[in-house]
């Protein structure tokens, strides 16, 4: 073999082993040089605010109707009103409703005077030629309760369906519209009264873009300028539908928002636009 291959062959160990022993000084010295892309921390940054234009609403609106029909006999309740949770709204004339209950009412009386006849009373019997009162035998008093209480649930169900003749008020609210007067026809399902909580108001977006969709988040803080009011109000996020509504075209979601404090003056329908996440 020739020298010079072998002289090569032997020095080039020795020269890795200064190149490593190199690199291993470099980093013991300066160990914080290197590093893996992998071990980078990149910044992250901020969700972007979303604007939206909104309306005012109140937190809870019913259109309220009855099952059956009827004339409206007694509408104590007038559009502007604060009615309490339970109050009469609207009474139907129903008169047959009114018998039926009556009628239940002295049914029930007589099953029950039946009752007591089948538990106090007593049949006259003769045996070897004597008079004896017994006891009513209990499958007689068993079908007397019996009918008390089919007379029992009789009544519960008539006074029930006379029940569905009085609108009453399922919240406390205002009312907002009427739409029946005294003597007026009202048919079973026909909306006849807006019940809304106008102490009570919000906001909902109306066209917020599924694309902006993603960096909007429940409790998020959001800024409410009222056009109306010329005024800026502060609230945050309690309601992102889950279902998309398609207006124009585009697909947009409706977020609810509540102020932090109602502002004065304000009023259901009233326009808006937000800033979500300022």
């Known amino acids: 073999m020739d020298t010079r291959m ?22 013991l010295v300066n160990p914080v040089s290197v590093a893996f892309a992998s071990d980078i921390i990149q910044p992250t940054s901020a969700p972007e605010s979303v604007t939206a234009s909104a309306v005012v609403v109140p937190a809870q609106v019913s259109e309220l109707g009855f099952l059956i ?50 538990k106090y009373g007593r049949i006259k019997n003769r045996r070897n030629g004597k008079v004896f ?27 029930i369906n ?35 909580t106008l102490d009570d ?10 694309r902006d969709i993603a960096n909007v988040k429940i409790g998020i803080p959001a800024n409410i300028f009222v056009e109306a009011l010329n005024d ?7 309601n992102i539908s889950p279902i998309a509504d398609t207006v124009g075209g585009d697909v947009v979601f409706k977020v609810t928002i509540a102020f932090d404090k109602q502002p004065e003056h304000l009023l259901w329908g009233m326009t808006a636009e937000v800033t979500i996440g300022e």
């Open 232 to 238: 800026n109000f502060t609230g945050k996020v309690i």
């Open 133 to 159: 009162y017994d006891e009513i035998p209990v499958e007689y008093r068993q079908r007397a309760d019996a009918r008390v209480q089919q007379a029992q649930v009789a009544l519960e169900l008539a006074q």
């Open 69 to 118: 029909s009827g004339i409206a006999r007694d509408v104590p309740a007038k559009a502007g009103d604060a009615v309490k949770s339970g109050q009469s709204l609207i009474v139907l004339d129903t008169p047959d409703l009114e018998f039926a209950v009556t009628e239940a009412q002295a049914a029930l009386h007589s099953a029950q005077a039946y009752a007591d006849l089948q």
């Open 201 to 210: 108001l919000q906001i909902e977006t109306i066209d917020l873009s599924e």
């Open 6 to 27: 072998h002289s090569t062959l032997v020095k080039q160990p020795y020269f890795l082993r200064l190149i490593t022993s190199g690199l291993l000084l470099m980093i």
């Open 162 to 196: 006379l029940t569905e003749g009085t609108l009453m008020a399922p919240f406390d609210g205002t009312v907002a519209s009427l739409q029946v007067i005294p003597g007026e026809y009202v048919q079973s399902d026909q909306a006849v009264i807006t019940l809304a």
